[in-house]
């Protein structure tokens, strides 16, 4: 998260992903628990009992789509114009 500017490095990690969580889970208590997850898993304290399949694989889908949202705010809005001349694209010359 400090990556993308979404956590600043000074304020406790909970509350930067209690927000992006806040986007995921509007029940308050599904956002405390996966909230409670990250911090752990941060800290490297997070143990294999604690958590379940379902929860390990929710908390990848969230953080997937959270890293394709971060690249796709940086990638440019228009795709950049192709060059005069530039075959690159063109695929195999007939000899």
Known sequence: MKLFEDWDGVE???ASAGRLFAEFFPDEEHR???VALVVAAEG???????VTLEELGIMKTV????YLRALLKRLPKEPPLEKAGDSS???PRAS
């Open 12 to 14: 406790p990690y909970a």
């Open 32 to 34: 405390k628990r996966y």
């Open 44 to 50: 490297n304290a997070l143990r294999a009992e604690e």
């Open 63 to 66: 953080c997937d789509f959270y």
């Open 89 to 91: 694209d063109a695929g």
